[in-house]
């Protein structure tokens, strides 16, 4: 065995375990312990994907060498690799960009709380990436959940703590689904392992034995992280919990949080369940349904909205509607298409969120339209960023939005029934995200009129936010690289995705 | 080898981005340096002999042989690639014969408007993006090109930085994404029936597909040209023209208004006749919204025009409806109509162009705005007033200009096209138009020679404005001599576009 297929373990370990050292450290040593081992770990996980890609076939590393019915193992391909390298270059842009916010917003006593969330987050999420077993994806889940709930109410006002007992509600009744998903499934075959059940399920599908209980555990585990990821009716507890938390835990929570649970969804349907037997099941009908209704809607609600957060998060309900759409077409291009949308909203919507909060320094921290205007002149990069962003969302070509939406359109076509459909969506969605992301643009580039400026609104040179900053120059990088250089990485996706089965 | 084909987009890109991110970093400086003059005329010098270099390059490069370049695939059989066929031809030599004589006017235009670095920097990055897209070998790959050309232009439009140019500009912005939007919609469909997306003349739409899947595929071929109409001025988009090309600094209307709106055209042709194939539309309600679009566009822009006071917007407006003649002639599937539309894309360009430009010399060195403040001005600027008369013919279609030429042969066209109604229609929706195109701006040149009782103009002129500026003169009067040359030996174009019709409409 190779010591780096112990790289994935000790990863998970590592961000574990630097929990508890961040709790004793003060604010300013936690913050470097909880960067060094978020870069260390991207590191590491940029070495597994070199590894896999080198040895091109997945690995599987049994934890303590037991083997199967009675051991944990952790399994990981190309996409494992890719995913945690990405997620963990997202998540150190956005500790980046959003540092001088969680300074001022959070009490002093708590900085290093903070660190510790982070960190069992980073973990929870590198778990649900590389873990072969379901019960140990739902353990994780859990943690996933408290993490981010923390994330969201370490800002202490009013709107947060609410925004987090919902969060709370609804993300416990999506982990309470997935549960029963999963006892029913280990019902219905005996393992947890996701291999040995695959193994199981598609000798059930291929008698027909108990087609409805394995219709149910499915359907039971995709409304379960269909809730958790905020699919379009269970959006609910969305707008609140990413506008008003301090801008890097709506930053990650956005990004990551809601990627990892559909990460794991887009993990059971290929390793666990098989995606045939998925494809010829209802549910992805369904999907299909909320995924375009949710990407109207999504967008709809971000039209009426009127402060800039809320607005983004609203923005995410529609781009979560795309990779749901993605699913429902029940094909490989599919399924192609949407992860690499999660790839490229990644990038873009935590861009999109430290750059709001760009806008909203310069402008006396309020972040209602009216008091925006002009806001690109006086924080010139936000400006800036903020405009890729937007275009980025809306499909402008060299920006990484255009080819998802392109993938998405390609993966359409072949699909008699739901091209018609899913093509007037896009184009429907597509004309929305210019509407109210071109209104946005067209407000921060407007001059202010003289007396109608917000009363604390000032200008903010380069030099001021040099963490802000760095984050958004990279975050612009990342988008224009996933734009322009994407046959590469669909071509990674696709043999990840090769490697699932 | 082929990788040549890069220079002219790439160089121009590059060197454009670095004299705009120069002009940021002199922004930011603390202490303004007072600017020696030689370092404007050694920056003049060097953006206006590369911009030669290179247009000089993109045209050899595109009369000389068959060229192709295959970059990397953006998504599965979807590469980003570039072939130079008789189309891209043509306007590359267009776009490159304009921008070479803008950029000399510019020198003496944007004294008063400052911030050259910033200016001549997406000047030159625009002329690489329309390289680029006249090189673009597929559809996506067009597309990609034609929002960036969106994209470039809208700091040109914005260059003043007064909030009227900022709204003019972002609105600008709004129209055109708006636009190219819909025509992604298409490329998306087309995706799925079209062979391939390569442009081949005559389509690549196979006849059974066409059969059975005829609703879809018109319906997807409708949007995209109102989409791409938007950059041409179409209605119903064509809202942005007015307000975008009037605020703009003259050289940057100049091209705007003579340049850029044709490659809205240029995709409709690229749509039409290289992807989908004239058969596909052709007798059908498409043509037929079509044609009817274009025909009121062409009416409505006239009669705006001939009622608006201020100067450069009459002339934004006479661009919406010129460049509707160029639709219709497209819109009639005829290879005679699309000769004529071919001849006024280069004949409109040429004109435009000149009347921007001379529009620019009259508000930079009297501050005139409106078109009454111009009665008078032939005295102070005869060579100007005279260069503009030559244009005003060309543009009324006077025998012996360019506007003649084109018009003829649209006019030809359109009653040789089996239209129906239309194919009479047209010619006097022309010819009306022609009329009013006359009453908007021969007066200018009445009033400007012979001022009678009441001379404005240039009252607070001094004689150090009234001194010839060669800068200013010599492309007007490059342009104005092409505005007759195009007109009094046509021969040689008229057969080449001839036989470029008759390979795209068989």
Known sequence: MDFVQNFPFISILLSLFSGPLTSILNGKWAKRVNTLVITVIGFLSGAVLFYVLGTGEAFVYRMGHFPAPWGNEIRVGVLEGFMALFFCAVMLLCMLGGSAEREREIEDSKQNLYYIMVNLLLCSLLALIYTNDLFTAYVFVEINTISACGLIMIKQNGRTIEAAVRYMIMSLLGSGLLLLGICFLYDLTGHLLMSNIKEAVAELAATGQYHVPLFLSLGLISVGLAIKSALYPFHAWLPDAYGYSTVSSAAILSSLVSKGYIFLLVKIFYRVIGFSVVCDSKVINVLFVFGVIGMIMGSVSAIKEGEIRRMIAFSSVAQIGYIYMGFGLGTEEGIVASVYHILSHCATKSLLFVAASGLTDASGGSRKFPDLTGAGYRNKLAGVAFTVGSLSMVGFPMFSGFISKLLFAQAAMEHDRKMMITLVALAISTVLNAIYFMKTVIRIYTPAAKGYAHPDSRRIPLGEQPDKNLALVFFILLNVMLGLNSEPIVELIRKGLGMFS | ?506
């Not at chain 2, 009665?375 to 030559?390: A, H, M």
């Open chain 2, 1 to 506: 080898m082929n990788m040549v084909i890069l220079l002219p987009i790439g160089v121009p890109i590059l060197v454009g981005m670095m004299l705009w991110m120069s002009s940021f970093a002199e922004h930011f400086r603390k202490e303004k340096k007072k600017k020696a003059p030689g370092n404007r005329i050694a920056l003049y010098a060097v953006s206006i002999l590369l911009l030669t270099a290179c247009a000089a390059a993109a045209v050899v490069l595109s009369w000389t042989g068959d060229r192709q370049l295959t970059l990397t695939e953006l998504v599965d059989g979807i590469p980003l690639y570039f072939y130079i066929d008789d189309l891209g031809k043509l306007f590359v030599t267009v776009v490159s014969v304009i921008w070479v004589l803008t950029s000399v006017y510019c020198y003496s235009y944007l004294k008063e408007e400052g911030a050259d670095k910033r200016f001549l920097g997406c000047f030159l990055a625009l002329y690489g993006v329309l390289v680029g897209l006249c090189f673009a070998g597929n559809l996506v790959t067009m597309y990609l090109f034609y929002e960036l050309m969106t994209l470039v232009s809208t700091p040109l439009v914005m260059h003043n930085r007064s909030r009227e140019a900022i709204l003019a500009g972002l609105k600008y912005l709004f129209f055109s994404l708006c636009g190219a939007y819909a025509g992604l919609f298409g490329i998306f469909v087309l995706n799925r029936y079209c062979d391939t997306l390569v442009f081949l003349p005559g389509g690549s739409l196979s006849p059974e597909m066409a059969v059975s899947y005829a609703g879809i595929l018109q319906a997807a071929v409708f949007v995209m040209l109102i989409g791409f109409g938007a950059k041409a001025g179409m209605l119903p988009l064509h809202a942005w023209l007015p307000t975008a090309h009037p605020v703009a600094p003259s050289p940057a209307s100049a091209v705007l208004s003579g340049v850029i709106v044709k490659f809205g055209v240029f995709a409709m042709i690229r749509v039409v006749c290289y992807v989908v194939g004239t058969e596909l539309i052709r007798g059908t309600w498409v043509q037929t919204v079509w044609m009817v679009l274009s025909l009121c566009t062409v009416f409505m822009g006239s009669m705006l025009a001939f009622r608006e006071p201020v100067f450069k917007k009459r002339l934004a407006y006479s661009t919406v409806s010129q460049l509707s003649y160029i639709v219709f002639g497209l819109s009639l599937l005829n290879p005679a109509a699309l000769t004529g539309a071919l001849l006024h894309v280069v004949g409109h360009a040429v004109i435009k162009c000149g009347l921007f430009l001379t529009a620019g010399v009259f508000l930079s060195k009297y501050g005139c705005t409106k078109v009454s403040e111009l009665s008078g001005i032939g005295k102070k600027q005869p060579k100007v007033l005279w260069c503009y008369t030559v244009f005003a013919l060309g543009l009324i279609g006077m025998p012996f200009t360019a506007g003649f030429v084109s018009k003829w042969n649209l006019a030809v066209g359109s009653l040789t096209s089996k239209t129906g109604v239309f194919a009479v229609l047209g010619p006097i929706v022309l010819l009306i138009s022609a009329l009013l195109t006359a009453g908007y701006l021969l007066p200018v040149t009445m009033h400007g020679f012979f001022p009678g009782e009441s001379e404005t103009a240039g009252r607070q002129g001094n004689p150090e404005k009234e001194r010839t500026d060669w800068w200013m003169l010599l492309p007007l009067l490059v342009l104005a001599v092409l505005t007759v040359l195009l007109g009094t030996f046509p021969g040689k174009l008229v057969s080449y576009f001839e036989e470029l019709s008759g390979l795209l409409i068989g």
